[in-house]
């Protein structure tokens, strides 16, 4: 995945948004990253490997000046991470630059043919084709860019957000968008442009998102005009969006994972207002309930969902199984998409997605709407592609999620598969009413109940230093916890680059076990549940193998603290909302030991915030 900024406009000096939206976008993608400037004089690209800040550096002694200008991060696809195969790329006359976010899975093709009539490419991307293509087609059949463009587009296979500069047009960008996001920001005699809204809300509220197939013309002097392929004029609607500055800063924290982590009691009761009435101790979902019949009726839900999204459907699995007595079936899209998988008309499918961009949970929600079920969405990203394309859906509202490792989006996910198991089996008739009274009472306690696990910090801190020392690390859980555990082992690995795994803690004799030893740091998930004996006795086998426990425990535990060799305190709360507290210190020690070994928390090596290939 990739992050595109554009400007056009007549007052302004183009780079210094430039740079600044870079920065703002920076998550998605962090190999190398470049700038195209449109002045007087000609048409510019600098570009530089490694983060925007290279770029800044390797530009400070060039001309950067002009008004008009595209720039990109990159995560690389095709060809390696370097200046060379970073955005923009010029076409082969220098007249043009593009920058692209997506895949041209034709581009091996395309190549060949324009490698045969003559055309040199510069870099090993599938992106310079299509700016070579577009050349070409202009040159030869003597088209205006947007025909040009028009046709090109027509030739190319695959997903794509593009932006154009032209140095013989040089009042115009031209962006195309295809399954890879796109907005257009409209300012006064000026537009912006960016893969989402976090570079342009400092200059305009008003965007535009496009649609799928949609040809933006941002022309100086002329109103947004928006077309199809086919040349058609479009009308997009105009959001205002309400999107405020401090969301997308970091707000005195070192990093956005912390202030991410710091923020989910205030996120979580944003996701809850309007929605939990604490004086009559009831939920609703408006989606749920406008749609009841359409979910009171089926016979069963499946969840679609990538990594830590996919941690929360298996929570939400047994949440709605317990209350409303519907089977559950929690799928990776990647591998729901490609397996023909049993889908009918009387199914809900949900689709669980921060960024509502993951092209497998995008394209696992177009085949199941070919089949015919109902399709509910559960996002952050307000007007991403996938709320976009399911039939009704629930906001996580917890804000713009910029840390690459997820976190308050998880809890926000969790909180509302929560909300929409206690709406529907309301509906349906199928939760006694003490023990629905009940859940919602402790839900509208989990944001304070947040607090107090975030006063572990210090705690977490200091026994982050103590393991940073390990390779690996075992997470184990059973019941609701065994998710939490998938979790905890997930922001470890992708943060610290410890390898670790999670596993249901009774599972642990039927192999992992034989890992433990006393280098080994085993985290176990050990409150006051159904459960609490039985992981005792798996807390005891691995001390019996010198394993190191970090246990997680309920307050005042006594028994817990004599077997573990650390143990974190958490507030009591309900076995079904125990993910909500529970995964907070795991979220915090692997920021800690992440930290500890230097590693870059907020744009891991090799990992995209949203990840909009396949
Ligand atoms: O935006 P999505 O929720 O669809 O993203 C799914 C995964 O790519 C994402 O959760 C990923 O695993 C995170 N890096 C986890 O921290």
């Known amino acids: 995945m990739c992050g595109i900024v554009g400007y056009i406009g007549t007052n302004r000096e183009a780079y210094p948004i430039l740079i600044k939206g870079l920065q703002r976008l920076e998550y998605r993608g962090y190999d190398s990253a470049g700038v195209a400037l449109l002045n007087k004089k000609g048409l510019n690209i600098y570009k530089a490997k490694g983060k925007v800040a290279d770029l800044q550096d390797y530009c400070q002694d060039k001309d950067t000046s002009g008004t008009v200008g595209i720039a990109h991060t990159r ?126 809300i400092e200059y305009t509220d008003k965007m535009v998102y496009l649609e799928d197939g949609n040809i933006a013309v941002m022309k100086l002097g002329e109103e947004l005009k928006v077309v199809n392929i086919l040349n058609e004029e479009l009308s997009p609607a105009i959001h205002t969006v309400d999107l405020n500055l401090g969301q997308i800063e970091k707000g005195g924290y070192p990093h956005f994972m912390l202030k991410e982590i710091f923020e989910q009691p205030e996120c979580l009761t944003n996701c809850m207002r309007g929605r939990i009435n604490v004086e009559h101790n009831h939920v609703t979902l408006s989606a749920l309930i406008d749609h009841r019949s359409k979910l009171i009726d089926a016979k069963r839900i499946i969840i679609v969902a990538c990594g830590t999204s996919w941690h929360a459907a298996l929570i939400g699995k047994q949440i709605i199984e317990n209350l409303c007595r519907i089977p559950v079936n929690v799928e990776y899209a990647s591998e729901f998409r490609y397996r023909n ?74 909180t509302v598969l929560t909300m929409f198991a206690l709406t529907l089996a309301e509906a349906k008739g199928t939760v006694a009413n003490k023990d629905y009274v009940k859940i919602v009472e402790q839900l509208a306690t989990i944001p304070d109940k947040i607090r107090e696990v975030l006063k572990t910090n210090d705690t977490v801190r200091d026994l982050a230093r103590t393991f940073t020392y390990a390779h690996n690390f075992i997470y184990l859980g059973r019941g609701f916890s065994y998710p939490v555990a998938l979790e905890g082992a997930l922001k470890l690995k992708e943060i610290s680059y410890i390898h670790a795994e999670g596993y249901p803690a009774a599972e642990m004799k039927h192999g992992p076990i034989a890992l433990i030893d006393s280098d080994m740091p085993v985290v176990v998930i050990a409150t006051h549940n159904a459960m609490y004996e039985k992981v005792l006795s798996n807390m005891q086998e691995i001390k019996a193998r010198q394993g190191r426990v970090i246990a997680l425990v309920s307050k005042g535990d006594t028994m817990v603290s004599r077997l573990a060799d650390a143990v974190i305190e958490l507030p009591e709360t309900m076995e079904c909302l125990e993910p909500l507290v529970a995964t907070v210190p795991l979220q915090l020690l692997a920021y800690h030991i992440a930290v500890c070994k230097g590693k870059n928390v907020d744009q891991p090596r090799n990992l995209a915030k949203s990840v909009t290939v396949e």
Not at 107 to 129: H, M, P, Q, Y
Not at 351 to 378: C, H, M, N, P, R
Not at 382 to 389: D, F, Y
């Open 341 to 414: 998988p049993v889908v009918r008309s009387c199914d809900v499918v949900i689709a669980i997605s921060q960024s509502g961009e993951t092209a497998d949970t995008l394209a696992a929600v177009e085949l199941a709407k070919e089949k015919g079920a109902f399709i509910y969405g559960i996002c952050n990203a307000i007007g991403s592609s996938i709320p976009r394309a399911t039939d009704t859906g629930t906001y996580i509202h917890v804000g713009p999620e910029i840390g690459v490792a997820s976190t308050k989006a998880f809890t926000g996910q969790v």
């Open 75 to 200: 995560w690389a696809t095709h060809g390696e991470p370097s200046a060379t195969n970073a955005h923009p790329h010029y076409s082969e006359s220098k007249n043009l630059a593009i920058i692209h976010n997506g895949i041209i899975e034709n581009f091996a093709e395309i190549k060949r043919n324009l490698e045969g009539k003559g055309i040199e490419f510069r870099s090993d991307t599938d992106t310079e084709v299509l700016v070579q293509l577009v050349e070409y087609i202009q040159e030869r059949k003597r088209l205006d860019l947007l025909t040009a463009v028009q046709v090109a587009l027509h030739q190319v296979i695959g997903a794509y957000a593009i932006a154009l500069l032209d140095k013989n047009n040089p009042d115009t960008i031209i962006a195309a968008r295809k399954q890879s996001p796109l907005v257009v920001g409209i300012g006064d005699g000026e537009f912006f442009l960016g893969s989402d809204a976090s570079p342009i």
